[in-house]
């Protein structure tokens, strides 16, 4: 089952990595790393964010060259200066965040620096040819010449997908590639890395999902502060040993015990009869003091845009009543005053100004506390400090830029900043999205403190393990109404997939 | 198979790159101050002229108009903004301004009050035309150097239009009148150099230490992110742009005595000086990143370069645009490496 020779066109490939070294300047990430990998396999690479894995999978792409160790593929040491040599022996790494060119068509994305010619001009009918074969195996129905701009993420997940698979992998990286589908989608996925891996390609598979690290993987890896901490057949693996392995620690329990709070108070947030234009119809319910309520549904049902035009962030109309008093929230600067705060789901594009240290970042929502009238840069320090405490965020220098953070770092920074102005109503968009499993236990704990201190919660998540371990009632939205709100016994997976989906034949 | 060992302790934080300010960072922002005492230096080696504190007045008074507009050019800039228009606004201030005291010293029978009031219309009509600028650019969302450009075009022809291609000049009596605005100086400090301190320090100030000041540089690093926090974007922008039409204004009330005349070809070409001294200064072209003392120094660069040109006989005097060209790009290149 050892890996072909040099030229091979065949399948997959065989991979060793051997005492991998790699320092960014002063900083060590990879401390000796050395395992290997066998051809037509599916490996399951785990570890927390910072654990090493990025960095290791961006070596073996050609993207970072290693200080110290060798890469061999085929049993041949090799040196690639660049993704191209690596594309150009079949290791195709498909990046977590997208590298789309939003103003060109997918066909001209999956071919993008591999056109192929005829001449001195573009072959278009051949690309567009082999570009809708690709979007096909991976199951995205919309023809090459449409723009990537139009795509939603989901779709242009898939399209990064179809332009790995035009690459001709034989060895293909996916680092977190379901973040953004829907079931359907990730079960389309699924199936097509089943026929690669029939097929003989490798397959490395990077994701915070265990549940779907335990289904699609053969073996499992797992690195923790850049080091290999272990490896082991998926099958010998259970999700708990799997998570410890990566963090280190038992993780006892991920989410908290629910706690119960006052169902006869007045709501904190009232919503009726909301519609946002092309999002969402007649949207009604409420949550109260102390409450977590979830909303589950598919991307593209409507959920994010609901809040948003609830906020005052996008044109809608319909009732809302805080403690019962009746707003119109025409801005969202009106609704943080009026004591609602929202934590977008886009934490790069959204929620943070990756580029400003972490106080600017934390107080620019309630900076007028600060302004008296000029700007207390010491006030908004010692705030920074006890943020740091409080959220237990981890940086290494208080004046460190947002984007020196890992992500689950980033995401306690940007809850700290949405609850600076000290709302009554929280409304958290996916908030564990691209986290690791120690920082959402700990933004888990994080949101039932709120809840016990009062506030009511939202949390909107595509996750639906996450909804039902932290919500006290799950709303169900698709295509932009809400079709059901569970709670108690009926909160399964089964129950608001078959919501979200509109699949009438709820399992018995 | 190995399974790990369960530690106690809680998984450590690997370290990303480093925090805080680099030190190529901190270098980068001495930059500018470092290239001026160079420029000095060769500057006082060159001619013995140059290191004298009268020529060192003189040329802060010159850079006094550009400076005060780089100052507001600044805040749109680091917003994210641009506006190529404010030449051409000066000069459309210069001749209104004009038209105004030559007609309110008769009507209103005190030249005094009239040039008092001219010096405050300058600044009320640069705030207006600032205005209506940012309400297009923030309300109508119209790229900035799309509606600057436009105005571009429109304030200098109507300049033209009012001083029927000529000059618009100010009468002899009250030119005397309004003269010590610019010729004047209190304890030795001409007062265009004081005035371009104070807005200075006031933008610094502004830029710095008020909440406003924190938003522009919210919006400039990243609007949508600045949005979803509750910032009120449209507001800002429109502030802004204002801010740099008052000090298109204040530039305009100390230039308008020093000729005393406005015709189509005062202010030309301003709008490249103030943003060619924001970006020696260190200042990001796409927003998010700058500084008011970056400006200073780099609006001080620029026109010590071309004091040295016109003391020395090294380069040709009509090569000064040239020698600006290149510092700037040269500037730029310094600096790509940094963000």
Known sequence: ?508 | MSQPETAATPASEPRRAEAGPSFSDRLASFGPVIGLILLCAVGAGLNSDFATLENALNVLTRTAFIGIIAVGMCFVIILGGIDLSVGSMAALIAGCVIMFINWAAGALGSPLGAVVLGAGLAIGLGGILGLIQGVLIAKGRIEPFIVTLGTLGIYRAYLTYFADGGALTLENSLADLYAPAYYGSVLGVPVPVIAFLIVALIGAAILNKTAYGRHVQAIGSNETVARYAAVNVERVKILTYMLLGVCVGIATLFYVPRLGSASPTTGLLWELEAIAAVIVGGAALKGGHGSITGTVVGAILLSVISNILNLTSLISVYLNAAVQGFVIITVAFLQKGRR
Do not use: C
């Open chain 1, 1 to 508: 089952m050892s890996a072909t020779g040099e030229n091979a066109t065949g399948p997959g490939l065989s991979v060793a990595f051997d005492g991998i070294v790699k320092r960014f300047g002063p900083v060590e990430v990879l401390h000796g790393v050395s395992f290997a990998l066998e051809p037509g396999r599916v490996y399951g690479l785990l570890g927390e964010n910072g654990a090493g894995k990025s960095t290791l999978m961006k070596i073996l792409a050609g993207y970072e060259q290693p200080s110290e160790g060798r890469v061999l593929v085929g049993g041949q040491p090799v040196a690639f200066s660049g993704s191209r040599d690596a594309e150009a022996r079949g290791i195709v790494l498909i990046h977590q965040e997208f590298n789309l060119a939003e103003d060109l068509t997918i066909a001209g994305n999956i071919f993008l620096g591999h056109e192929r010619r005829k001449g001195w001009l573009l072959d278009e009918a051949w690309m567009r040819r082999e570009a809708a074969s690709a979007l096909q195996q991976v199951g995205l129905d919309r023809t090459p010449d449409t723009p990537v701009r139009r795509l939603i993420v989901a779709e242009k997940q898939l399209v990064e997908i179809a332009k790995a698979l035009s690459r001709k992998a034989r060895l293909l990286i996916m680092d977190e590639p379901t973040a953004t589908l829907t079931p359907s989608e990730v079960a389309r996925l699924f199936a097509l890395i089943e026929r690669m891996r029939a097929a003989g390609v490798t397959i490395i598979y990077i994701s915070h999902k265990l549940d779907e690290v335990e289904r699609i993987t053969d073996e499992v890896i797992v690195m923790r502060d850049g080091k290999l901490v272990g490896r082991a057949p998926t099958a010998s693996l259970t999700r708990p040993a799997m998570a410890t392995m990566m963090v280190g620690r038992e993780i006892a329990d991920l989410f908290p015990a629910k706690e119960s709070f006052d169902a006869a108070a007045v709501p904190a947030l009232t919503v009726e009869n909301f519609t946002v234009p092309g999002w969402a119809r007649d949207v009604s319910f409420s949550v109260r003091p102390g409450e977590i309520l979830g909303f589950a549904g598919l991307v593209g049902a409507g959920r994010t845009e609901l809040f948003e035009g609830i906020l005052g962030l996008r044109p809608g109309s319909g009732q809302v009543a805080l403690a019962g008093h009746p707003v119109n929230l025409r801005s969202l600067g009106e609704a943080t005053r009026q004591g609602l705060s929202y934590l977008s789901e886009d934490r790069k594009g959204k929620g943070l100004h990756v580029d400003f240290p972490l106080a600017p970042n934390l107080t620019l929502m309630a900076l007028e506390q600060y302004a008296r009238p000029w700007l207390d840069h010491d006030a908004e320090r010692k705030a920074l400090t006890q943020a740091v405490e409080t959220f237990g965020i981890r940086t290494g220098s208080l004046s460190a830029r947002a984007a020196s953070l890992s992500g689950g770092n980033q995401q306690k920074l940007a809850l700290a900043k949405v609850l600076h102005p000290k709302p009554r109503v929280l409304i958290l968009d996916e908030p564990t999205r691209g986290v690791d499993v120690g920082a959402k236990r700990e933004i888990y704990v994080l949101i039932h403190q709120l809840a016990r201190q009062g506030l009511a919660v939202v949390v909107i998540s595509s996750e639906l393990i996450e909804l039902i371990g932290l919500a006290h009632r799950v709303a169900v939205m698709r295509a932009g109404r809400l079709v059901a709100t569970v709670e108690g016994a009926e909160m399964t997976e089964e129950t608001m997939i078959a919501h979200a989906t509109g699949a009438r034949h709820v399992a018995a």
